[in-house]
């Protein structure tokens, strides 16, 4: 006699249309990023998007699955696409094929495949990467300073664009044209809060109390300080996106921005800002707003319970703040994410989801008295 499965529902959309939306969350942020640091993340998109399919093709040739079938779920161009803004733009091209191939063969693929894996393989291939090259993985462009006019006022320009093509691809130095000089110290910096060590004055609202030029003209100047609070800020409008389109829930991206903004909110002292930061610093500055809407919400690297979300988030902005101030990363929004993704199946154990028709001490069910 066949056996019988038990009725289950099912969600509206399929898991290819989610991670379409997700994909197209990110566009703001990718488009304030090319906009201030030029094609370099463009480039580093298109490398790590074609590792991940070669990737994800070879391991379904290995296991003897369907290619199309598993090509087409989306879930390893979101991978790509997340870790792609990990990576500084200009990056050499082997820096991206290499994180990603970590991160779909060892982040995704040893635990089982799509919705088996323990840590969330971005962050997986990230952290890989931050270990294995600590300096080409801090070593950022510099949109306005050490470039010539031309180029500070449009990164954007041929000139612009031939100078990432040769950081990225070394060996096209001879072949291509352009202003390129030996030596990658001239080309490159720290992110803001390396550089700055959380000092760094806010520029968006610098340029607001600035009387003296336009807000909009000073606010997106291609300047590092300014372009990183756009690019959080369109990860904050993809968010809220997510928010909307009911892809993700708010417990998780509400916990990790109220812990870490409480933290950095009681520990801040407007005379010690080099070491402590100010809370805008901590939530504008660095890659808070796609730790918090879009990575630390993996559905599979995630708790399931509402409470154990809330507890999963607060875990992960307490590690982000604590890892900024005391660690020897000050980017730690990966470190943090693979130390939550550790803890959420104990978290989902000790804070379950309330089973319907059971008591549980947490949720005790009331009882009709009898006449």
């Given at each position: 006699m066949p056996a019988i499965s038990s009725p289950f529902l099912c969600g509206a959309r399929s898991v290819a249309q989610i991670m379409q939306l997700v994909l197209l969350a990110c566009l703001p942020a990718l488009a304030f990023s090319t906009w201030f640091f030029g094609i370099g993340l463009l480039l580093n998109l298109i490398l790590a998007s074609l590792t991940a399919l070669l990737m994800e093709s070879l391991v379904c040739l290995l296991r003897a699955r369907s290619i199309t079938f598993t090509l087409s779920d989306y879930?390893?161009?979101?991978?790509?696409?997340?870790?792609?803004?990990?990576?500084?733009?200009?990056?050499?091209?082997?820096?991206p094929v290499s994180g990603t191939a970590f991160a779909v063969l060892i982040g995704k693929h040893v635990y089982?495949?799509?919705?088996?894996?323990?840590?969330?393989?971005?962050?997986?291939?990230?952290?890989?990467?931050?270990?294995?090259?600590?300096?080409?993985?801090?070593?950022?462009?510099i949109p306005s300073a050490a470039r010539t006019a031309a180029e500070q006022a449009a990164p954007l320009s041929l000139e612009g664009m031939l100078i990432t093509l040769q950081l990225s691809f070394p060996f096209l130095q001879d072949s291509i044209g352009g202003n390129m000089t030996t030596g990658a110290d001239g080309f490159a910096m720290a992110t803001p809060l390396i550089e700055y060590k959380f000092a760094a004055p806010s520029a968006i609202h610098r340029a607001w109390m600035d009387n003296t030029s336009p807000f909009l003209r000073t606010a997106f100047a291609r300047s590092a300080e300014t372009g990183w609070e756009w690019i959080n800020l369109g990860f904050f409008a993809g968010g809220l996106f997510l928010l909307w389109q009911r892809i993700i829930s708010w417990h998780i991206p509400v916990a990790v921005l109220g812990s870490l903004g409480i933290l950095s909110w009681l520990f801040y002292q407007p005379g010690s800002e080099a070491v402590y930061g100010s809370p805008y610093l901590h939530l504008f500055i660095s890659a808070t707003m796609i730790g918090a809407f879009f990575i630390a919400t993996d559905p599979v690297t995630a708790p399931a319970s509402p409470r154990a979300r809330l507890a999963y988030g607060c875990l992960i902005g307490i590690a982000i703040y604590t890892l900024r101030i005391r660690g020897n990363y000050l980017d730690s929004v990966g470190f943090a994410i693979l130390l939550?993704?550790?803890?959420?199946?104990?978290?989902?154990?000790?804070?379950?989801?309330?089973?319907?028709?059971?008591?549980?001490?947490?949720?005790?069910?009331?009882?009709?008295?009898?006449p």
């Open positions: 879930s390893v161009l979101v991978t790509a696409m997340l870790l792609s803004f990990a990576i500084p733009h200009g990056a050499p091209w082997w820096i089982g495949g799509l919705g088996y894996n323990l840590f969330n393989p971005a962050m997986v291939g990230y952290v890989a990467l931050l270990v294995s090259f600590p300096l080409e993985m801090t070593a950022w462009h939550g993704n550790l803890f959420a199946p104990g978290l989902d154990r000790l804070l379950p989801t309330r089973v319907y028709g059971k008591s549980s001490k947490w949720f005790p069910l009331r009882r009709r008295s009898t």
